[in-house]
């Protein structure tokens, strides 16, 4: 893959998921741990942007209020709602310090859909900036990360899941994920690969 036309998605590294005391930090810790998928992201972005590679960060933002959800609203956004998290302005909602964007990273706001596609200008930004090929990782794998892999897919992008980089709430939620992806969407690969790979 070229570097010029390569980018990085971040998908929701935030306090949230990522640290003691976030909403849905419980649902994943073990998967965290068993993985170390944070720190092979934030392993992952050291080397990428040593090789130009271009680094986007995708938070979930909403409002005080939560006029982006309607009350009604069941599935992962509902749980969201009710667990008054990722809140724009507080500290669940801040991305972790690992992964923190440098001052000349694009940090994608608005996202407050599972997609990072639907509510957000991301789409516009890849465009602007040249870029292809879009390699994933984050959270949830089987949530925001496959369905901005599936709405990048239809977009014209090809896609790579990061499997040392994403985390689902268990290893067969995020094994089945690997499997719809690669089989459908796109390409499955270590962050190692991944790096080699550019030229």
Known sequence: MRVASTAVLLVEFQKEFCSEGGAFHDAVRDEIERSGAVENAADLVDRGREKGVKIL?????????????????????????????????????????????????????????????????????????????????????????ESTARAAYDLGYRVVLLRDCTVARSKELKRASERTIESSFGRVMAREEFLDGLE
């Open 57 to 145: 960060h995708l938070p979930m933002q909403f409002s005080e209020s939560f006029r982006e959800v309607p009350p009604d609203r069941t599935g992962m956004l509902g749980e969201v709602r009710d667990a008054n998290s990722f809140v724009m302005g507080t500290d669940g909602a801040d991305i972790v310090e690992e992964l923190g964007p440098e001052p000349d990273e694009v940090v994608i706001s608005g996202k407050s859909t599972i997609t990072a596609f639907k509510s957000t200008n991301l789409d516009h930004v890849l465009r602007n900036f040249g870029i292809e090929n879009l390699a994933l990782a984050g959270f949830l794998t089987d949530v925001s990360v």
